[in-house]
């Protein structure tokens, strides 16, 4: 079911629009599947506010659902299939915001339709999941990018910038600990676990916060040479891991440790990259990186996001104009999927 808060054009000025965007300039005109809680504040409002992009159409399988999001969001027009959102000759670009399980079929109908997708992370479910789309991007030509936002934040920048300049010396060893209880609030709202049932996410909390950091490693050391771990559940009441430890060999050297708790009594979240010189200490889900050399510490303050997504969105969007290179290719996705595999299988 569609229903559009302005009349409709027909379908050769919609396509012209298309192509040339408002005031003759090119524009990306998005379509979200799955508009739910991780889109309300996070992602979805961001559409509208990066240069050369517009939010025009959502789809949510609950079509009352659909319609209260767009109405809220002053969005033009609405569904309750995603195929009709995706046959849209309007939308020229897909955002996939569904739980993992639907992110493959969906980025494959999209790009079969010609039409560059965004996806969530984690990519998908597992790597070999991730490795099909990769290939439909290749097979139907039509660009694919990955979520891991982190990437294009102003913190994360800083700490790229810092080993780029090699700030803390030779990098060696990174340390990794993310704790929480089971009602940890660093999971996005949602009105069902389905993050706690591994046929939907992937595998529990570890699938949801995980790619986030795991990703960050590949953006700041590269390829890796191989990596391992362990994971089960150590009390949770889901048919999930609650317990996972992992080991990373980098192809430069750096060797990686993390280990994520889902039923701990207290909250821990630190990242330390060791080198030869200093260290760099952050939170993934915070705001102050700590820069230690000897004696001596610098701290640098961020200020929070009220999109988290914005940054990234805009280089999404540069990209798919063709102004720009990838910000997260499916081939780097695939590194931290294969990852993820490793540790927990």
């Known amino acids: 079911m569609e229903v559009s808060l302005s009349n409709k054009p027909n379908y050769f000025i919609e396509k012209v629009r298309n192509m040339l965007g408002r005031n003759g300039t090119e524009e990306i005109k998005w379509g979200i599947i799955g508009c739910g809680d991780v889109t309300e504040v996070k992602s979805g409002p961001a559409f509208n506010k990066v240069l050369n992009s517009s939010l025009v159409a959502v789809?949510?399988?609950?079509?009352?659902?659909?319609?209260?999001?767009?109405?809220?969001?002053?969005?033009p027009k609405w569904y309750d299939d995603?195929?009709?959102?995706?046959?849209?000759?309007e939308v020229n670009a897909i955002y996939i915001a569904t739980p993992p399980l639907q992110h493959e079929e969906y980025a494959i109908r999209a790009m079969a339709a010609g039409k560059p997708v965004y996806v969530e992370k984690p990519m998908t479910l597992n790597?070999?999941?991730?490795?099909?789309?990769?290939?439909?991007?290749?097979?139907?030509?039509?660009?694919?990018?990955?979520?891991h936002y982190r990437r294009a934040q102003p913190m994360f920048l800083k700490?790229?910038?810092?080993?780029?300049?090699?700030?803390?010396?030779?990098?060696?060893?990174?340390?990794?600990?993310?704790?929480?209880?089971q009602n940890s609030d660093l999971i996005a709202g949602s009105e069902t676990n389905w993050r706690l049932n591994p046929a939907i996410s992937g595998g529990g909390l570890f699938h949801?916060?995980?790619?986030?950091?795991?990703?960050?490693?590949?953006?700041?050391?590269?390829?890796l040479n191989k990596s391992m771990g362990i994971s089960l559940n150590q009390g949770s009441p889901y048919e999930v891991d609650d317990m996972v430890t992992g080991h990373i060999l980098f192809h430069n050297g750096v060797v990686f440790n993390g280990s994520w708790c889902f039923s701990a009594a207290e909250q821990t979240d630190v990242c330390e990259i060791i080198?030869?010189?200093?260290?760099?200490?952050?939170?993934?889900?915070?705001?102050?990186?700590?820069?230690?050399?000897?004696?001596?510490?610098?701290?640098?303050?961020?200020?929070?996001?009220?999109?988290?997504?914005?940054?990234?969105?805009?280089?999404?969007?540069?990209?798919?104009?063709?102004?720009?290179?990838?910000?997260?290719?499916?081939?780097?996705?695939?590194?931290?999927?294969q990852v993820m595999d490793s540790f927990t299988k």
Not at 127 to 147: C, F, H, P, Q
Not at 208 to 223: C, K, N, R, S, V
């Open 59 to 75: 789809m949510r399988r609950d079509g009352a659902k659909a319609k209260d999001y767009a109405l809220r969001h002053n969005v």
């Open 82 to 89: 995603a195929e009709q959102l995706i046959d849209d000759p």
């Open 127 to 147: 790597a070999a999941s991730a490795i099909r789309m990769k290939e439909a991007a290749e097979k139907y030509n039509v660009k694919l990018t990955v979520a």
């Open 159 to 181: 700490v790229k910038s810092l080993l780029d300049e090699k700030a803390i010396g030779v990098v060696k060893l990174v340390q990794l600990q993310m704790l929480q209880p």
């Open 208 to 223: 949801d916060l995980a790619p986030h950091q795991l990703d960050l490693m590949i953006y700041f050391f590269g390829e």
């Open 275 to 337: 080198g030869t010189e200093g260290k760099i200490s952050f939170p993934m889900f915070g705001h102050k990186l700590t820069l230690s050399k000897g004696k001596d510490e610098e701290e640098f303050m961020f200020d929070p996001l009220q999109h988290v997504q914005q940054p990234m969105i805009q280089e999404v969007v540069k990209y798919f104009l063709g102004k720009t290179s990838n910000p997260c290719s499916a081939e780097q996705a695939i590194m931290s999927m």
